[in-house]
């Protein structure tokens, strides 16, 4: 599995302008809707689920990065998107930092080996200095798809 086995491209937001968590959620699930990886119906249904589990604890998980993520019964086919902020959102980070760098992922609830498998991928890309250095300096939505197709290329 790669990174652009999921996450759709259409709906990478190279600028978030959300100014805060819940924005920014329903912003890049209103992205996926708008991409047509999502049912519009779902939007409300979906970002309700997303807050919920950011309650229960921030996927803001340090480093200016966080990956929101849930499986939900409307979800038909694991969907991702990108957001990025030059002004930074507070995530409730566990380092207590500004997020700059937001990987959505959605899956749908029974398939949670593919779901883990792609939190693996995210992880993993996430965790290399240079991968979030380049996103958060990838200023349009192709610039994040180039470095998409470099990260699944073990660039």
């Keep these: 599995m790669k ?10 937001v190279a600028e978030l302008q959300g100014a805060d968590r819940n924005a920014v959620l329903r912003e890049l699930v209103n992205s996926l809707a708008a991409a047509g990886a999502l049912p519009a119906d779902a939007v409300e249904d979906v970002v309700a689920a ?4 950011e309650q229960t604890g921030s996927t803001g ?4 990065v966080a990956v929101p993520h849930v499986k939900h019964p409307r979800i038909t086919k694991m969907v991702g998107a990108i957001g990025r902020s030059d002004a ?5 980070a566990l380092d207590q930092q500004p997020v700059y760098t937001v990987f959505l992922l959605l ?3 029974n398939q949670p080996q593919q779901h883990l498998q792609a939190m693996n991928i995210v992880f993993s890309n996430l965790q290399k200095d240079m991968f979030r250095r380049f996103i958060r300096q990838s200023t ?3 610039a994040i798809v180039e470095l998409l197709d470099e990260a699944d290329q073990g660039k």
């Design 107 to 109: 899956s749908p609830e």
């Design 61 to 64: 998980f340090g480093k200016g």
């Design 88 to 92: 930074g959102i507070d995530f409730a």
């Design 3 to 12: 990174l652009k086995d999921f996450i759709v491209s259409d709906a990478i």
């Design 50 to 53: 997303l807050i919920k589990r």
């Design 140 to 142: 349009t939505r192709q």
